[in-house]
């Protein structure tokens, strides 16, 4: 092998290359894109993430934490995240996560509650529950007021509140058999619902809130008058016996009913959410209201049993008035004890129909009734004979009612104004004025001497018992041979008046002999009516 020598200076220089970086970056790269793509999702995450609201109850019967849906429009929109117990321990508060679309609709008047199969009143609902599970139900507001913690309701709402109609506000002394989706009738036709009822603050009342539906809402004007039309409205007055019911879901579950008087003329729809007052019965809520009322007193010296406030006020027929209290109190002058009824009168209601006709009322008042105040009217028709007496209204009620009536021959009497309410005269009832009538008559035969009249009426039947002892002793034979005798003249009047007898052929002969005596006379009538000369020159024989 040739030894090969080189020479240093020949040799190639060596040149430092730099060490390359790109197995070191394409390491990083991998955990930096995932860091990358993690963080964007995180941030899509939390950007898409929806509220989370609490939501407080009284009990988390059917609620599960995981489990349990909020449903809009039986639409999901959240689902329950946790289930705790308030610091007090007294309500359950849950949390819930919404869906973020929903974030707008998280106002203060949006509602919660749980859904599950309910029995209330009448209806049924939540049967799908049995299956699917028990969920918490949403109702959307309609404030601008934003809110992330609720008070969940204890029942369903009646009514929705995206559901078209109006609400109204009805004030009742109490609320009877009423409830909370108790029907509301027009015409008999069921339009709407009781939605709420609450005690008024000063306790003298409560106010219901009732929503009719629409179209039916516009026939709520501002003349509508509101009535209970709960169960069997069954009255019993002087008016005789009533029964009224608007249906049976009425009669089960309560009910109002609404109408409009027929005599009033056309109003405006009334707003949303005004106050009405709530009658206790049809018959009240359709009575116009009184713009004239006249306070009086009467005073009755008789039992008023069977009289009882409402009682009605009555001139002939028309209802005047209505009795409002009855007292018991002692006459200053005779120190009897006397009844003072209090009553009400409407003197608007009798001048209505008095007004057309002005020549009667001027006959009968003396005056011009379109001109005379309510008082002086009265003062008029009191002067003129008018009087208050108690009159039976029904015979099976055993009802009374004030009749108001002209009464002839009365004393002369006046309204006491002296007095507060003013006293109007009074007169006996019919009954009252039968039963002085008896007892005058028995106080009168009281006066009598019975006892000497009874005397008297023995002896004259002594008397008489010696008369009839008389007459058969003495007059009985006399009278019976005057009957034989009779007899005997009436056997002989017999024989003679006998078809056979000679009195009958004689009389029988006797009329042959007068017919026979008309005939001639007839015939010689004739013949002088044929000649009249005959009387002057005789007969003459008639020539051949």
Do not use: C
Not at 337 to 364: C, D, H, S, W
Not at 448 to 461: F, Y
Not at 475 to 493: D, G, I, R, V
């Amino acid at each position: 092998m040739a030894d090969v020598s080189l020479d240093p200076g020949e040799l190639p220089e060596a040149v430092a290359v730099p060490k390359s970086r790109s197995p070191l970056m394409l390491v990083w790269l991998v955990p930096l894109l995932a860091l990358l793509i993690g963080g964007w999702l995180a941030v899509k995450t939390i950007m898409e993430q929806g509220p989370t609201i609490t939501i407080t109850f009284k009990s988390a019967e059917g609620i599960e934490a995981g489990k349990t849906k909020l449903k809009y429009k039986d639409v999901e929109i959240g689902k329950v995240t946790t289930v705790s117990l308030s610091r007090d321990l007294r309500q359950v508060v849950v949390t819930a996560e919404l869906a973020k679309s929903f974030t707008p609709h998280l106002i203060e008047d949006t509602t919660f509650w749980v859904v599950r199969a309910r029995v209330s009143g009448g209806s049924v609902s939540g049967l799908g529950t049995l299956l699917s599970g028990a969920y918490i139900g949403v109702d959307v507001g309609k404030s601008s007021n934003k809110q992330r913690a609720f008070a969940g309701l204890d029942v369903p709402p009646v009514i929705q509140i995206d559901t078209p109609g109006r609400e109204f506000a009805l004030h009742s002394d109490d609320l009877g058999s009423l409830d909370v989706g108790s029907p509301v009738f027009f015409r008999r036709l069921q339009v709407g619902q009781i939605k709420s009822y609450e005690l008024d603050k000063d306790g003298d009342g409560v106010t219901l809130k009732v929503f009719v539906n629409e179209p039916y809402d516009k026939y709520v004007t501002t003349n509508t008058r509101f009535w209970n039309a709960s169960g069997v409205d069954l009255t019993l007055d002087s008016g005789g016996i009533r029964l009224q019911t608007q249906s049976m879901v009425s009669i089960l579950l309560g009910g109002i009913a609404f109408g409009t008087p027929l005599d009033s003329y056309e109003r405006p729809a009334a707003d949303a959410n005004r106050e009405f007052s709530l009658f206790a019965n049809r018959e009240a809520a359709m009575k116009n209201p009184e713009t004239e009322i006249i306070k009086v007193a009467m005073i009755f010296n008789e039992s008023v049993r069977g009289l009882a406030p409402g009682a009605p006020l009555d001139f002939r027929g028309i209802e005047i008035g209505e009795v409002t209290a009855l007292h018991a109190d002692v006459d200053p002058n005779s120190k009897e004890v006397i009844i003072i009824a209090e009553a009400n009168l409407y003197p608007e209601r009798l001048r209505a129909r008095l007004r057309g006709n002005v020549a009667l009322t001027r006959k009968m008042l003396g005056g011009d009734i379109n001109q005379a105040k309510p008082e002086s009217m009265t003062e008029l028709m009191v002067e003129k004979g008018l009087r208050a007496r108690l009159q039976t209204g029904n015979l099976l009620t055993g009802q009374l009612y004030i009749a108001f009536d002209f009464v002839p021959g009365t004393p002369k009497a006046r309204i006491d104004r002296s007095q507060t309410p003013p006293v109007m005269p009074t007169v006996p009832s019919n009954m009252t004025a039968l039963q002085h009538s008896v007892a005058s008559i028995i106080k009168k035969i009281d006066g009598m001497p019975l006892e000497q009249i009874g005397a008297n009426l023995e002896q004259t039947l002594k008397n008489a018992s010696t008369l009839m002892k008389r007459l058969d002793t003495e007059l009985t034979p006399e009278a019976s041979k005057a009957l034989a005798e009779a007899s005997q003249t009436l056997k002989s009047m017999e024989r003679l008046l006998a078809a056979e007898s000679p009195l009958q052929q004689d009389a029988r002969e006797a009329m042959r002999e007068l017919t026979r005596t008309a005939q001639a006379f007839r015939v010689l009538a004739d013949y002088l009516e044929r000649h009249p000369e005959a009387l002057l020159r005789g007969k003459q024989e008639d020539q051949p």
